[in-house]
């Protein structure tokens, strides 16, 4: 029996090029949605200079002044 149309998509092997084209669209959003993630994570908080933890080292009142004097030389140097 010859079925005419759109209708062979649906009896035939059809269904199964749709399954997979769906497939296939929903692994591309989870692909982008993992990537968003993970550059919003890795993208998210700026490395820090050796001059801003000096800083804030020096802030907190970890060293003194002559060994911040010190380490900001040393730092300036290299």
Known sequence: MIHGGLNDWYFGWG???WL???FLLFSNFGTWGYTY???RKLDGQPRKEARDIL????ARGE???EQFGE???DISSA
């Open 15 to 17: 269904w199964f090029l």
């Open 20 to 22: 997979g084209f769906i």
């Open 37 to 39: 993630r993970i550059h």
């Open 55 to 58: 800083n804030e080292r020096y």
């Open 63 to 65: 060293i003194t002044r």
């Open 71 to 73: 380490l900001k030389s």
